[in-house]
């Protein structure tokens, strides 16, 4: 009985969230804005590909972030200092979630101006479990993984992997020095997700960057 029971408040915390996602996907339609979910483990390299992005979008599309994390306001921190606009949510304050929801987000929505947005990246909480779950309501979802995470990665949490629509394997400039099978990692990712062809990228040297840049020009296309 206990089990039923914990299935059903599930069931019942996922709905309301989707009704919630399906508001802020109206939102985002009407205003215009094409809508990115950020996923990744903590040190994936999720904020410093957000960076290396608004540096390669400046004068293109008008950005902003919104960037949920357990504790501390430092990635937005890290977001502001590119002069675009950066929300963090900050989960600690109501129970520490390991993601962000619908309803969090739509709250943050209240500190931005969406008309002076093209493109919202939303950074999630890092974690390669929760997050999935959770539909926003947005364009496109991401998952980040860095080659310093192994190539079990996606097989031990396939389902970051099914629900994205781009995976990206980061941090690619430290292959040489890492005992990383990279054609190894390259079959787990196509195995979980057969729709998905990793592109490999380094935020810090630029490798990969362009191929990142078109991508998104693709999904705001299709908005368009």
Known sequence: MEKTRRVDIVSKVLAAN????????????????????????????????????????????????????????????????????????????????????????????????????????????GNLVCPAEFDLGQDARVVVLSVTEGEDKPLKYPLAFQVADLVILSKTDLVPHLDVDMEDLRANVREVNPRAEPLEISAKTGEGMDGWVSWLGLVRSKKC
């Open 18 to 125: 989707d009704r919630i996602a399906a508001e802020n996907r109206r939102t985002f339609a009407g205003a215009g804005v094409v809508v990115v979910d950020v996923m990744g483990s903590p040190g994936a390299g999720k904020t410093m590909l957000l960076e290396a992005t608004i540096e390669r979008l400046a004068g293109s599309a008008r950005v902003a972030v919104i960037t949920g994390d357990i504790a501390t306001a430092r990635d937005a921190g890290r977001i502001a200092r590119h002069g675009v606009p950066a929300v963090q949510i900050v989960t600690g304050e109501f129970g520490g979630a390991c993601h962000l929801e619908a309803g969090t987000v739509a709250e943050a929505l209240g500190r931005l101006d969406l008309a002076a947005v093209d493109v919202l990246f939303v950074e999630n909480v």
